[in-house]
């Protein structure tokens, strides 16, 4: 019975404060009764694996000579457009390396060329996009239908 009535004289006290040791703020207090994770980053390990990717196609020579041509219509038309005309817009399919893993994915943008730089094998569009050549799988545009139509 004397058990029951041990505390009563500091119950109605104040909490005490420490002016040590900082208060602990309620998300650390949380983290304390969290479910102990024994395999951090084991979830994303696993779903990185599931993610797929595409493996890289070789380029045929008849593929390749057909991308080096339209490239060189594209420079044609990059000089031409100096006197005031307007550059085309063109639709480039290009490889895009995973950084994770092997492979990567196949990825279209549709843009203006501003210029193609031979020593860095790159083209550079007007938005600032940057494709280096060797990952350039497909050229498209109004600016081929012509040629498209001979073939």
Do not use: C, W
């Amino acid at each position: 019975m004397n058990d029951a009535h041990k505390y009563d004289d500091i119950i109605s006290l104040p909490h005490h404060v420490s002016v040590r040791h900082p208060q602990m703020s309620l998300l650390d207090r949380a983290a304390q009764f969290s479910p102990f994770a024994a395999l951090t980053g084991h979830d994303a390990a696993i779903k990185e694996t599931q993610r797929l990717t595409d493996e890289r196609m070789e380029l045929n020579e008849d593929e390749k000579k057909l991308l080096d041509e339209k490239l060189q219509m594209i420079r044609e038309s990059l000089f031409a457009g100096k006197g005031g005309h307007s550059l085309p817009e063109i639709i480039f399919t290009y490889f895009k390396p995973d950084e994770k893993k092997s492979g990567g994915a196949y990825l279209s943008i549709q843009g203006k060329v501003k210029k193609i730089d031979e020593y860095s094998h790159q083209v550079v569009l007007t938005d600032g996009m940057v494709l280096p050549i060797e990952h350039i799988v497909g050229i498209e545009g109004e600016l081929f239908s012509e040629y498209e139509d001979l073939e």
